[in-house]
């Protein structure tokens, strides 16, 4: 199992300490073996806002890092012309000398489409358009686009990558479509724990498999990764005190996707943006608990390892650790000396 860092602070809580919090910790994780640095794209909501481009973002983790891997957690592909993805992050692999990777995903917040209304409806049919032509622009491809006459113009992307291809994986709230459309991409899979259970999880990835072998073969090894928010420490009573308040401030910044993970678990009908505001909070609640027990990275190392087996057991192939969810910084950075710990006994040093 591989553990990296991923990123998606609400800027509200955060404000000006998260660049420097992604910084110092990517600086931390290059040290210390962990596997990539992930950061995502988000626009016009505190939640996420610090990072509306992972180009940028990742421009400036190449700049600080020399072996950690640099990644985007996701490219929300409707919203870009594939030319400017692969320009982009070809630009952040020649800066990190061929360390980046790309998670696309179709979007789903419809706020976010203001950028490009058009893309709204078929969002998720582009996603697969656009991964296949970021990959062939890649290669060094030549491909026909609509110039500003209205003519084809075959054009390939400056600079050249270094990487010769680009690790690709499709970002999933637990739908197994989406699973299924990696495997036949032979893409690798981001996913969470939002929408769905462990169980869940386990016949998404097994769905992932099989169709990974049955496109590509079976000696494809594909590639998961599971976000989890984590925090580590020796005491796990007061790692879960330093959490909580904290975590339940930050899923009520973004209450629609809390109340969207848990309609699952409520009464068919049940209209979720009707509740008072006391069961939305009673949800948020139920979250959090869920979150510090069985849905997340809290406590020791020893903790810490039982939920990377329990994980592991599934298929899970990387655990991409979001610790920018409101504790102060100063506790995040020693609560990392830990993860690296537990990133080094992941890595056989048990």
Known sequence: MDLSLFFFADSALSGADGYRLLLDSARFADRNGLAAVWTPERHFHPFGGLYPNPAVTGAALAAVTERVDVRAGSVVAPLHHALRIAE?????????????????????????FVLRPDAWKDRRDAVVDTVETVRRLWRGE????????????????????????LPVWLTSAGSADTFASAGRLGAGVLTHLLGQDAETLAANVATYRAELARTHGPDQPGHVVLMLHTLLGTDPERVRALAREPFADYLRSSADLILRGAASQLPPGL????????????????????????????????????????????????????????????????????????????????
């Open 88 to 112: 982009e992050w070809s630009v952040v692999d020649n800066l990190s000398g061929g360390r980046v990777g790309v998670s696309f995903a179709s979007g789903w917040h419809v706020g976010d």
């Open 271 to 350: 209209d979720l943006s009707r509740l008072p505001e006391r069961d939305k909070q009673f949800l948020v609640g139920r979250a959090v608990d869920r979150y510090l027990s069985t849905s997340g990275l809290f406590g020791t190392v020893d903790e810490g390892l039982a939920v990377v087996d329990r994980f592991a057991a599934i298929g899970v192939d990387e655990i991409a650790c979001l610790i920018d969810f409101g504790v102060p910084n100063t506790e995040v950075l020693c609560s990392l000396e830990h993860l690296g710990d537990l990133s080094g006994r992941c890595a056989g040093g048990r």
């Open 142 to 165: 030549r491909m026909p686009f609509p110039d500003g006459a209205g003519e084809l113009r075959d054009v390939r992307i400056y600079p050249p990558p270094v990487r010769s291809d």
